[in-house]
């Protein structure tokens, strides 16, 4: 059974480093597009930053230059390493993986972020 698993959430002062990282297990299949989702409390889940499989990255405007997304696709692992935390970053980081050439995904549990003044 295909299952996602971030870690390295935790909790920073700001200015501080995180990186995050996510295993998928049980896959049968060939993974596309991974990516960072979060979710702050009372807002929506939002793209943090996408890589194909190819290597193709896309970074939202909160990330870009702070943010570093990377994966290894024989390990079906994604990673995603956070600089110059701030408060705003506070939220629950998710995994997200693509079935290749089929619309399926999945989804991590996520994982707590907390960035403190």
């Known amino acids: 059974q295909v299952q996602l698993v971030e870690s390295g959430g935790g909790s920073v002062q700001a200015g501080g480093s995180l990186r995050l990282s996510c295993a998928a297990s049980?896959?049968?299949?060939?993974?596309?597009?991974m990516g960072w989702y979060r979710q702050a409390p009372g807002k929506q889940r939002e793209l943090v930053a996408l890589?194909?499989?190819?290597?193709?990255?896309s970074y939202a405007d909160v990330a870009k230059g702070r943010f570093t997304i990377s994966r290894d696709n024989a390990k079906n692992t994604v990673s995603l390493q956070m600089n110059s935390l701030k408060p705003e970053d506070t939220a629950v980081y998710y995994c997200?993986?693509?079935?290749?050439?089929?619309?399926?995904?999945?989804w991590g549990q996520g994982t707590q972020v907390t960035v403190s003044s």
């Open positions: 997200k993986a693509n079935r290749l050439y089929l619309t399926s995904e999945y």
């Open positions: 049980g896959i049968t299949f060939s993974i596309g597009a």
């Open positions: 890589i194909s499989r190819g290597g193709v990255i």
